[in-house]
């Protein structure tokens, strides 16, 4: 039963690239979520999805920032001319769809990305 | 608004020695769920437990225990005979479960270091 897919694992861009964080989420789960790990700063949410759906993006940045859960294959954090201080830890994590309540939400590896 | 508080950045304890991870949170809400994740250096995200609002139950799980105090808004957790395998960052969260989005807020973290 594989956990949280995310890869690449560690991403280098230069300033001004694109770049594009999968996820694929444990089987079964049609809940996904994106959360950001800056240096010395905690976890920060960035977009809720489920299956074709944006349900809260309240956490993404205005600009250069999307993020998508198609029907098939995984979901995609996408950051547009990337600056340094998109420098990061992403991480993506998934929960199975049952009714009430927040259920515990599993976290993949994450996406180290490094702009230079 | 939501907000998750640890106030102790990093501890250092030896081995063998019992350690309190402190987590205060705020909620304007009467259902809401609260967790606890590890983070070891290798960097992935380890779910460690949920409780919800309801169940003010403490709980143990082997060397680990959690208490949970809606009076003082508190869940603490509790590390008992610690071991060097348990140097992690430690995270709690704080899901309100309302609006249909259940994005998780965390609190910055508390860095333990378990000495030999």
């Known amino acids: 039963n594989a956990g949280v897919m995310q890869n690449p694992r560690h991403l280098v861009r230069r300033r001004g690239q694109e770049a594009r964080l999968r996820c694929s989420p444990m089987k079964g789960h049609s809940h996904v979520y994106w959360y950001r790990q800056l240096p010395e700063e905690g976890l920060k949410f960035m977009v809720y999805l489920q299956k074709e759906n944006i349900i809260d993006e309240s956490g993404m940045p205005k600009e250069r920032f999307s993020a998508e859960f198609p029907k098939e294959g995984p979901s995609i954090l996408r950051i547009q001319q990337v600056v340094r201080g998109d420098s990061a830890a992403y991480f993506c994590?998934?929960?199975?769809?049952?009714?009430?309540?927040?259920?515990?939400?599993?976290f993949g590896p994450g996406t180290r990305l490094t702009v230079t | 608004a939501q907000k998750v508080t640890q106030a102790q950045t990093e501890i250092s304890v030896v081995e063998k020695e019992d350690v309190t991870l402190d987590c205060v949170y705020e909620t304007r809400d009467t259902t809401y769920y609260l967790f606890w994740y590890k983070q070891p250096p290798s960097g992935e995200l380890v779910f460690l437990i949920r409780r919800n609002s309801f169940d003010e139950q403490n709980e143990i799980s082997g060397r680990y225990s959690w208490n949970f105090q809606k009076s003082t808004s508190s869940f603490n957790f509790t590390i008992t005979a610690s071991q060097v395998v348990d140097s992690a960052v430690y995270f709690c969260?704080?899901?309100?479960?309302?609006?249909?989005?259940?994005?998780?807020?965390f609190g910055k973290g508390t860095k333990l270091t378990v000495n030999p």
């Open positions: 994590a998934s929960s199975p769809e049952l009714a009430g309540g927040a259920y515990e939400q599993y």
């Open positions: 969260a704080l899901s309100e479960a309302q609006g249909g989005s259940e994005k998780l807020v």
